[in-house]
């Protein structure tokens, strides 16, 4: 992609696309025109829409990151607190584009497959944001508890994101509360 403002464009439009009619049935040509540039430079920049898919999953985690660098700890703070600010980003930023959290579901229920690779790198960049915040609230715990409990919170985000077709959706602070339940229950239990 030349440009982030197109890039941003096309990560918009897919977003839209693929929440109204799905990550499969969406197709280049309707992102493009959604997004006001022509199919032939979304193939000349992917070539395909496999790949496409696969720069809109690395984008929208370059999204989320950005939000998340811009959480400054304070020195009083505790990891719990920097944990929720972290997990508030996540669901703010998963709030403002619902079809993100379809999208990695998605793609990540096709196993081994095509984006198998890159959904394990960028999952692992976002496991490592909530293992920060962990190990700063519980410096004591061992790493491999660290590391299950942050891919545990990390599976809660994104299933508290998903529409399920309840008729009243948690807030972001109820979502909030019930991923820093797993967090809490390891500080006690690193306290006892």
Request: with cysteine; proline share 2%; hydrophobic share 45%.
């Amino acid at each position: 992609m030349r440009t982030r403002t197109t890039k941003l464009k096309l990560f918009r439009a897919a977003m839209e696309l693929m929440g109204e009619s799905g990550v499969t049935e969406t197709r280049v040509e309707d992102v493009a025109a959604r997004a006001g540039v022509s199919k032939g430079s979304i193939y000349y920049n992917f070539g395909s829409k496999s790949q496409l898919v696969e720069e809109l999953l690395r984008f929208g985690l370059e999204q989320l990151e950005e939000r998340i660098a811009g959480i400054r700890r304070a020195a009083d703070s505790d990891g719990l607190e920097y944990l929720a600010s972290v997990l508030e980003q996540g669901f703010r930023f998963l709030d403002e584009y619902p079809s993100f959290a379809r999208l990695w579901v998605a793609t990540s229920w096709r196993g081994a497959g095509e984006w198998a690779e890159t959904l394990a790198s960028l999952r692992h960049r976002v496991v490592g944001l909530v293992e920060e915040g962990l190990e700063l609230a519980v410096p004591s715990a061992d790493a491999a508890t660290v590391r299950l409990t942050a891919h545990a919170i990390f599976g809660s985000v994104f299933a508290l994101s998903l529409d399920d077709g309840q008729a009243r959706r948690p807030s972001v602070p109820e979502r909030v509360s019930i991923c820093l339940l797993t967090a809490r229950g390891l500080a006690e239990q690193d306290g006892a």
